[in-house]
């Protein structure tokens, strides 16, 4: 499924705080100087318009929530999102969310990754350019605290396959854990835009979880 056109951004909106690059985050990394407080951190990767931000952060004050999205239109989409909401604790940052893994985020950091429908690149050979690739998955687990958790869902049945294989070959993750499908309580009571459309065309959504295991070993 395609990405389809944004509508207008209140051009009033002040995105500054919820708006910045890769290039502009601390380094060395701080969560108290991203959000002004300490607070359990998600990364999502791949944040399109931002539904699952909004969402997350809303029903859960007490963590902090940060969406990476490689598109400028999208990242400013979904950081205008939150700050018509006056959202607290999630912002966006546009940028490569691999590199943001690979050079800034800390080991035992995360409380969870989130990545819903990323791009399947359907071509055996654009498969490298998969967000789901082995290097990342090394910083996944390595920057997950024990018992944090990896959330990973798509509409490609194929593809979903592949990744819980590639999961369970190269990295120490136990799972896939079932993740339930709930009925929405509202239009927009879904985890992105893109389960939304899926599920209102009565297409199948494959959904895993992940956790890291503890220091002790157990799951």
């Not at 800034?104 to 990545?115: G, K, M």
């Not at 920057?143 to 593809?159: A, C, I, M, N, S």
């Not at 499908?181 to 239009?187: C, Y």
């Amino acid at each position: 499924m395609g990405r389809r056109a944004l509508p207008k951004i209140d051009p009033t909106l002040d995105l500054s705080g919820y708006l910045l690059t890769v290039e502009g985050l601390p380094a060395p990394w701080c969560v108290s100087e991203l959000f002004g407080r300490e607070a359990p951190l998600e990364i999502e990767v791949g944040s399109g318009k931002g539904l699952f931000l909004q969402n997350a952060a809303l029903r859960c004050p007490d963590h902090n929530f940060l969406g990476v999205e490689v598109s400028f239109k999208y990242a400013r989409f979904a950081a205008a999102r939150l700050a018509k909401r006056e959202v607290a604790n999630a912002l966006v940052v546009k940028g490569d969310g691999l590199r943001l893994f690979r050079e800034l985020v800390p080991a035992d950091s995360l409380t969870a990754v989130h990545v819903y429908f990323p791009d399947p690149w359907w071509k055996a050979r654009h498969h490298k350019r998969r967000v789901l690739n082995g290097a990342f998955l090394e910083d996944v687990v390595r920057t997950l605290e024990p018992q944090g958790r990896l959330h990973f869902w798509t509409d490609v049945k194929q593809y979903f396959e592949a990744t819980l294989e590639l999961i369970a070959k190269q990295t120490p993750l136990v799972g896939p854990l079932e993740v339930p499908e709930t009925s929405p309580e509202h239009d927009l009571d879904y985890r992105t835009h893109f389960e939304r459309r899926t599920r209102l065309s009565e297409q199948r959504v494959y959904r895993a979880e992940f956790v890291k295991r503890s220091k002790t070993g157990d799951a």
